[in-house]
């Protein structure tokens, strides 16, 4: 089975621009989540999708949204961009429903930088 | 709100000897799920152990073992025999049962091993 991808892998934006992400889960995994890696803050959950609907969220500000579709592809979006979003994006897949713990596997990640 | 704690940012280690990686965790709930990842260098991050918060035995996978200390709420991973693959960060997540994949994850700590 194909792994979890992500695309693009790098990117450069400018602040005050908007940036979509994607990722593909693996075949037949329903729930994708939604990480930022940073330096100075780790990694931070950003919100979770199953069957196209969010179930859980992270602190992060309203700029941060997702969605995903009915083949549980999923894209998120930062709109205005600031400096402080550059990061690590990194999305993870699950088969699972139910919140009890299953490992999740990631993706390589989408490099964002904000100049 | 969960938080978790790798107060070792980096250790080392010689190839074939044993390194202890720690974590702390601070939760007030009783069910949940405790992990470690590795993320290699420019490589994904993958599950390297699980342990279900009411097992009282600790999870084992080959080379890797958990120390599990559910009333310290600590959670520490044991390699042994170590291998120069296993230079990575590594990362303890948390999870609280219910959470649809929330995973709280803490600083990391790189290890490398030296041949």
């Known amino acids: 089975k194909a792994g979890v991808t992500q695309t693009p892998r790098y990117l450069i934006k400018t602040r005050g621009q908007q940036v979509t992400l994607s990722c593909s889960p693996i075949s037949g995994h329903r729930s994708v989540s939604w990480y930022q890696q940073t330096p100075g803050q780790g990694l931070q959950f950003l919100f979770e999708?199953?069957?196209?609907?969010?179930?859980n969220k992270g602190n992060f500000p309203g700029r941060f949204s997702g969605r995903q579709f009915s083949n549980s592809r999923s894209e998120m979006n930062v709109s205005t961009l600031e400096l402080g979003d550059s990061a690590l994006y990194l999305c993870?897949?699950?088969?699972?429903?139910?919140?009890?713990?299953?490992?999740?596997?990631f993706g390589p990640g989408t490099r964002l930088t904000v100049l | 709100a969960q938080t978790v704690t790798q107060s070792q940012p980096e250790m080392s280690v010689q190839e074939a000897e044993t390194v202890t990686l720690s974590c702390t965790y601070d939760t007030s709930e009783n069910n949940y799920y405790l992990f470690w990842y590795k993320q290699p260098p420019s490589r994904q991050m993958i599950l390297v152990i699980r342990?279900?918060?009411?097992?009282?035995q600790n999870a084992t996978e080959n080379r890797f073992s958990v120390n599990f200390q559910k009333a310290a709420k600590s959670f520490s991973l044991k390699i042994s025999d170590s291998q120069l693959g296993d230079t990575a960060m590594y990362f303890c997540?948390?999870?609280?049962?219910?959470?649809?994949?929330?995973?709280?994850f803490g600083s990391g700590t790189k290890l490398n091993v030296k041949p």
């Open positions: 999708y199953f069957s196209e609907t969010q179930r």
């Open positions: 342990q279900e918060a009411y097992k009282q």
């Open positions: 993870a897949s699950s088969p699972w429903s139910q919140g009890r713990g299953n490992e999740q596997f």
């Open positions: 997540a948390f999870m609280k049962q219910g959470d649809f994949n929330k995973f709280y």
